[in-house]
């Protein structure tokens, strides 16, 4: 019988080994490892239209955009996790000798989904909100066209807006950058 105690407990060293030979990607929360679940084409919709406008859109200047395969590791609570888009001012600070992980992000976005939403808006913003260098968060509703922004305002003090239909416009605080959810939203398929 397998029970709690049953759970072995890894390294952040052992993880990122297991991680270079692995064949899907897998989260590190204290310890444990935890596979990631697929992603759908709304999920892949989304993710792609927001990293490739925010890349268009802040070209020449000092930012860098990336996407679910740069890793980041949240260092107070002993976490690497793979963010949809994340978005660095100036120059990434990498953790290792490598470029695969990253810790300095400005703003996240995650698109949400059934077995992640209480996940993403819970533990995991309090994970992202311990990094410094973070101003906005925001979590993109695959399911239907509406997204929460988060955005500090101070210290330990977040402001939440909510941008629902597809005429509403986002505008993002932590970079100069705009777009209504029409466009966000172009090419997802909402199944009922």
């Keep these: 019988m397998f029970t709690e105690t049953d759970k072995k407990y890894y390294t952040p060293e052992e993880y990122r080994a297991l991680e270079e030979q692995a064949d899907y990607k897998s989260e590190y929360r204290d310890g444990e ?10 999920h892949n919709e989304l993710a792609l239209t927001l990293a490739a406008l925010l890349k268009l859109k802040l070209r020449k200047q000092n930012y860098r955009v990336y996407m679910g395969d740069v890793r980041l590791w949240i260092p107070r609570y002993r976490q690497y996790t793979y963010p949809d888009v994340m978005v660095i001012g100036g120059e990434p600070i990498y953790t290792d000798t490598g470029t695969a992980t990253v810790t300095n992000p400005l703003l996240i976005a995650e698109v949400l989904s059934k077995s992640t939403a209480n996940y993403d808006q819970g533990d995991k913003f309090m994970y992202y909100r311990s990094i410094p260098e973070m101003r906005e968060y925001l979590l993109i509703d695959q399911t239907r066209c509406y997204v929460m922004q988060y955005y500090k305002i101070e210290e330990h003090n977040w402001m939440l807006t909510e941008w629902e239909g597809e005429t509403a416009g986002l505008r993002l605080k932590s970079v100069d950058f705009e777009l209504s959810l029409g466009e966000l939203y172009e090419g997802v398929e909402f199944k009922g």
């Design 33 to 42: 490892i935890v596979p990631m679940t697929g992603g759908t084409t709304n």
